[in-house]
């Protein structure tokens, strides 16, 4: 167990040092979000009752869509320069492997939403201290980076692997964002948090199943 989480700690850390080098993940999902942000925030009336409405959905919308583009560069690097290989015949299992790329793709999520956030609250005039989304932002990443990262495996090795992660990966994902959007809406909304006790521990359970299965899943996957 120990050499496992040294290893997947290893192809964290290689995969923050090239993305220090590089900026092409985080950049361009970055990138991407915000544009999303700020294309629906000059389509939407900024009417108090429809942004209540719509926000959630807008900002869930956006990660999720910059989610799977940084999914998509993070395994494909890996393909490209042969270093998927190479992580495959080093002497760990793939769990490993799994729970390296999923951690990272964690972190890159994270970095985004970080800075997505405060832009997307003083764009649709929500309240910036949401403390309540932090729970939230952190489970729905985790469930959408281990799903994303067992389909984006699988989706490097086909010629149209831009196009086949989405379709692969959203029809399992969607009780994740479902989740994420009702949760987030509760919180920007300031509406009871009891409310939101319903959909925490849903994302909780949501992200235990994936922590288990998807490992199993990778392991098969690179395995073919």
Known sequence: ?????????????????????????VVSALLFALIVIVVFNFALD???????????GVLWVAVTFAGVLGLTR???????????????????????????????????MLVVEALVFPIFAALFNLPLAAAGLIPVALLATLGIASVGTVFAAMAVNTRSREVMLPILFFPVVVPVILAAVEASGIVLTAESGSA????????????AVFLVVCPIAFNLIVEE
Do not use: C, H
């Open 74 to 108: 993070s395994m494909a690097m890996e393909k490209d320069n042969g270093s998927l290989q190479a992580l495959m015949l080093a002497p760990v299992g793939r769990e490993a492997v799994f729970y390296g790329k999923m951690i990272g793709n964690v972190v890159f």
């Open 1 to 25: 167990m120990k050499t496992l989480w040294r290893a997947a700690a290893l192809i964290v850390l290689k995969d923050l040092m090239l993305e220090l080098r590089t900026r092409d993940i």
């Open 46 to 56: 900024p009417t108090p009752g429809l942004i209540a409405l719509v926000a959630p």
């Open 196 to 207: 939101t006790s319903r959909w925490i521990p849903l994302l909780a359970a949501f992200d």
